[in-house]
Structure formats: C-alpha cells, structure tokens
C-alpha cells in the first residue's frame, strides 16, 4: 500500500512563504515524477510543480519565480518552498506521484493566503 501524506499547510499573509512536505511510503520502486498540484474553491485542479527523478523542473507560470520544487529521491520525499504568496495561491495543495505507470495522490493540505 503506497501512501503520500504532506503536512506544512496553513495560513499566511500575503508576501509570506511556507513550505510543504511530502513523504511516499510503502512497496515503492524508483518514483518517476512527484509533484504538487492545488485546487482552490469552484475551480479545477491545476500543477503547480513537478520534478522528475533527474532533477527537471518545470512549473505552472503562475508561480515562476515564487516557488521551488525539490526532492529528496533517497528518501522519497518532496518539497515545495513557496515565498511571495498571494491570496490566489490559496488552494489545497496535493502531493502526487507517478511510477509503475500508476499515479498516487496525498490526502491534501490546506493553504490560505489572506490579503
């Protein structure tokens, strides 16, 4: 049974920054990709970031600049530093996975930016 459980959501003032974590336990080979994405009240599910076991980074525009993916591939954890953040980042933020040809998903976490 593979299991993604993030923490480090909260709320925050516009302009402050947090950090998500990610850990993926269980039978787990070598993850391909691991990611974030969010979805914020009334809106679908968007990518924030992801990276890829190498080291490839990519990011949604909306956060260029403003966040930094990182990953730990010994330890199958995930990271997400998020600094400049904006009531639109307000969302719940859900680690996710990809190996085996499978895709696996956190329970999500909170973020709320206030204005």
């Known amino acids: 049974q593979v299991q993604l459980v993030e923490s480090g959501g909260g709320l925050v003032q516009a302009g402050g920054s947090l950090t998500l974590s990610c850990a993926a336990s269980?039978?787990?080979?070598?993850?391909?990709?691991m990611g974030w994405s969010r979805q914020a009240p009334g809106k679908q599910r968007e990518l924030v970031a992801s990276?890829?076991?190498?080291?490839?980074?990519n990011y949604a525009d909306s956060v260029k600049d403003r966040f930094t993916i990182s990953r730990d591939n010994a330890k199958n954890t995930v990271s997400l530093q998020m600094n400049s953040l904006k009531p639109e980042d307000t969302a719940v933020y859900y680690c996710?996975?990809?190996?085996?040809?499978?895709?696996?998903w956190g329970q999500g976490t909170q973020v709320t930016v206030s204005s």
């Open positions: 990276i890829t076991s190498g080291g490839f980074r």
């Open positions: 269980g039978s787990i080979p070598s993850i391909n990709v």
């Open positions: 996710n996975a990809q190996f085996s040809g499978l895709g696996y």
